[in-house]
Every structure is written in structure tokens, then in C-alpha cells.
């Protein structure tokens, strides 16, 4: 079974640095990609940015290049998000989801949500 | 971008009526490349609707999709009081990947 396990919820102040984590089972993880998705309070779906785990090649939508990092560690089946400085703008749900070959979303994390509040 | 405008932005229909969702791409979407997922209160999107029209393992036959160009359809042929959620369609065949604002289904 393809499961896609995230990490727990985090709280932090401006200006902190943060990673979260995806942790994909049940399927070979380094040769499907990883996407992350942000979901701000209230409102609908963004798409971040994606990882190939195999290689760590990395794709980012323009509205969140140099906001922030995506990796991949396949040693050990997990992707992260990070960012070097929190911005209380950055509070969201951010859900982690597996790439198909044909690039829709087939499987999703349960989701990390990330509060920045001074 | 593409842009992806979604209607109605709320649906109000009883258990057993008909839904129909639209999206509407600001320019042609390769129907190869469209799909639809669903959310519920404080759960992941879950994927229902891949290449405009074929439906993702375990869903219902009752969740259908359709179009092609730049105008897309979800339909929910008869309404169970388990697909009372939001639904969002996205495109995934051009960069950056975007999805439309959603269209709350609820119960009427």
C-alpha cells in the first residue's frame, strides 16, 4: 500500500528556519517525483514545487522560487520543505503528494500545518 | 499561467440530485492533462478524475469527467451524503502546474 506520512504540526516565529518531512512506503521511492502543495487557511490549492528523489532534480513554480528548498533523501524514503526564514504569510497546510508517471497527484500526505506568529 | 476558473463557487443540491462542476482554462488544456480531486474538512485532496475522464482506483462510477480545449466537467451523476466536499480541477501538462479555486458542494 502507498502511503505518504508527513511530520506533525510546527509552530515557529518570524524569521526562524524550518523543514518538514515526507515519508513515502510502499512503493520504490526514488523514481517517482514528490510534490508539495500549499493550502493557505480558508483557501484552495498552490503548487510549490517538485522533487525527483532519484536524482534530486528539483522544479518550483515561479511564485515560490527562492522561497523556498525542496530535497530528497531516497536513502531513507523521505522529501523535505524548507525555508531559512519564516514569514508569517508562510502559515499554511503544506501536503506532500506522489507524482504518477503521467504527473497528476495519485497519492497525498496527510499534511503539516505550519503557523508563524510572533 | 493557465488559470482555471471554476463554477458555481457553492452548489446546493439534496442527496441523490445530479451535480455538475465546470472549469473553465484560460487557454486550451491538453485533455490528456487534466484532473480533479476532492477534500473534505481537515483531510488531503484525494484524486478522482485523471486525463479529463478516467477515474482514479476505488472511485465510483457515479463521479464522471468530461470536456476538452478549455471548458471541463465533473459530474456527479447521484449526490451520497459522503461526497458532500470541495472539489478542484488542475492542470498538469503546462508550468506551472495550477488548479482552480474549488466548488463547495453542499447539502441543500
Known amino acids: 500500500e502507498v502511503q505518504l506520512v508527513q511530520s506533525g504540526e510546527e509552530v515557529k516565529k518570524p524569521g526562524e528556519s524550518l523543514k518538514i518531512s515526507c515519508k513515502g512506503s510502499g512503493y520504490r521511492f526514488s523514481t517517482y517525483w514528490i510534490g508539495w502543495v500549499r493550502q493557505m487557511p480558508g483557501k484552495g490549492l498552490e503548487w510549490v514545487a517538485f522533487v525527483y528523489p532519484g536524482d534530486s532534480d528539483t522544479r518550483y513554480s515561479p511564485s515560490f522560487q527562492g522561497q523556498v528548498t525542496v530535497s530528497a533523501d531516497m536513502s531513507v524514503g523521505t522529501a523535505y520543505l524548507q525555508w531559512s526564514s519564516l514569514k508569517a504569510s508562510d502559515t499554511a497546510m503544506y501536503y506532500c503528494a506522489r507524482l504518477s508517471g503521467d504527473a497528476y497527484m495519485d497519492y497525498w500526505g496527510q499534511g503539516t500545518l505550519v503557523t508563524v506568529s510572533s | 499561467e493557465i488559470v482555471l476558473t471554476q463554477s458555481p463557487g457553492t452548489l446546493s443540491l439534496s442527496p441523490g440530485e445530479r451535480a455538475t462542476l465546470s472549469c473553465r482554462a484560460s487557454?486550451?488544456?491538453?485533455?490528456?492533462?487534466l484532473a480533479w480531486y476532492q477534500q473534505k474538512p481537515g483531510q488531503a485532496p484525494r484524486l478522482l478524475i485523471y486525463?479529463?475522464?478516467r477515474r482514479a482506483t476505488g472511485i465510483p462510477d457515479r463521479f464522471s469527467g468530461s470536456g476538452s480545449g478549455t471548458d471541463f466537467t465533473l459530474t456527479i451523476s447521484r449526490l451520497e451524503s459522503e461526497d458532500f466536499a470541495v472539489y478542484y480541477c488542475?492542470?498538469?501538462?503546462?508550468?506551472?502546474?495550477?488548479f482552480g479555486q474549488g466548488t463547495k458542494v453542499e447539502i441543500k
Open positions: 487557454q486550451s488544456v491538453d485533455s490528456s492533462y
Open positions: 488542475q492542470q498538469y501538462g503546462i508550468s506551472p502546474w495550477t
Open positions: 486525463g479529463s475522464s
